[in-house]
């Protein structure tokens, strides 16, 4: 089992229905961030977030944090590094063979070098309902969420689309690389892509997909009157 952690630092941040927060907002970080504003504008927001985001257990998610508690919380941390892509193969090279298209799901997978991590709550608990990480997918709902349809689903999506496979050694084509091969027809064919979360924690990357954090120092001033 391979236990090597991804070293990654958080470079961006995204909140939605948190406190203050109505609406989505994106908040950039970098290796030195400052926050300045009055006394109960929101400065203490951003951390508390990034907090219950990383170790929910510790600080949970409370009735107060809602600002409408109809609509679920949403934060999503954009993780990136220097080698960001060498340490995403090696933690994966496993389960993808660059032959069954290694290259093309970390295309999929990172965004301007950073992979996206969005978590959802839908009330006060010491976790996340839902944890699942942005990926680049087809519009069309025939051939969205790829990586999550049955190997008879892609099959058949095979044979209906007259897609030929080319068979290399023994054996019959893995799952991924049908998808490979799909995907190359489709973006011949201009089918619009989207953006989707997949729970590929379960799917392609290891159960528990282990990473150390690193946050940029943030500094917070408080404007007095």
Request: proline letters at 3%.
């Amino acid at each position: 089992c391979n236990h090597r952690k991804l070293k990654m630092k958080i470079i961006n941040k995204s909140i939605e229905n948190y406190r203050g927060i109505k609406d989505r907002q994106k908040i950039p970080l970098s290796n030195l961030s400052s926050i300045v504003g009055k006394n109960d504008s929101g400065k203490s927001i951003i951390l508390n977030a990034i907090a219950s985001f990383l170790d929910p257990k510790e600080f949970p998610i409370t009735e107060s944090d809602f600002n409408d508690n109809l609509k679920p919380i949403e934060i999503a941390c954009y993780f990136g590094a220097d080698n960001l892509r060498e340490q995403l193969e090696s933690r994966i090279k496993s389960k993808i063979k660059k032959n069954d298209g290694l290259e093309e799901f970390l295309n999929d997978l990172i965004f301007d070098d950073a992979i996206i991590f969005v978590k959802t709550v839908n009330a006060p608990k010491k976790g996340f309902d839902t944890e699942k990480i942005l990926f680049k997918d087809f519009d069309e709902a025939e051939f969205s969420m790829l990586y999550s349809k049955s190997d008879e689903e892609l099959s058949n999506i095979v044979a209906k689309n007259k897609i030929e496979i080319p068979v290399e050694g023994k054996g019959r084509n893995s799952k991924l690389e049908k998808i490979k091969h799909i995907k190359k027809v489709l973006k011949c064919l201009n089918i619009k892509f989207k953006y989707n979360t997949y729970n590929l924690f379960s799917m392609i990357l290891p159960e528990k997909l282990i990473y150390k954090y690193t946050i940029s120092k943030i500094n917070i001033v408080q404007i007095y009157r």
